[in-house]
């Protein structure tokens, strides 16, 4: 009975004590992502939402308002309850969401291609794969700046899938 009686007052003062110590504990506010947010999607007020959190638990550039992030647009994809955070979304849709943090050499453009898998040579391709591209010109043969041979009458370059 003694047993039975000490755990009763053990579990209450423990009950008791962390009430204390969350009641005091700073709160923040953090807006993560209420759904998944690809590439190019201009964030909405049901795209994200708000949770309460201690400020130390997280990176400093994680938005605290939804304010901050209606209107903007995701540059990295985010993923349903992640965190917003400021490297992850830009005011608008521009070419430098696309380059992902490469360094482009000067005069050098980004393109998209879309491609079928079962037209990435049979499926082989996977992102992130070195590929050479090739330019060809109907019935103009361009000089041969980059050390090919020229017989393709193409300019060979270098880009990653």
């Not at 969350?22 to 999607?41: H, K, W």
């Not at 939402?49 to 901050?68: C, F, G, M, W, Y």
Request: with cysteine; hydrophobic share 40%.
């Amino acid at each position: 009975m003694r047993r039975s009686l000490y755990l009763v007052i053990f579990v209450l003062l423990s009950g008791v004590a962390g009430f204390f110590y969350y009641s005091q504990t700073r709160q923040a506010t953090a807006v993560i992502a209420a759904r998944d947010l690809t590439v190019g999607t201009r964030i909405q007020d049901a795209d994200v939402s708000l949770r309460r959190i201690n400020p130390a638990s997280v990176n400093h550039e994680v938005l605290k308002t939804v304010d901050q992030a209606v209107g903007q647009v995701v540059s990295v994809p985010i993923l349903e309850g992640q965190f917003v955070d400021t490297r992850q979304v830009a005011p608008a849709k521009n070419a430098a969401m696309l380059g992902s943090g490469l360094e482009m050499p000067a005069g050098y453009r980004i393109i998209g291609l879309p491609v079928a898998p079962a037209a990435a040579v049979g499926g082989v391709l996977k992102p992130g794969d070195r590929v050479d591209a090739w330019q060809g010109c109907a019935g103009h043969r361009p000089p041969n700046r980059t050390g090919n041979s020229g017989r393709s009458g193409g300019a060979r370059h270098q880009h990653r899938r």
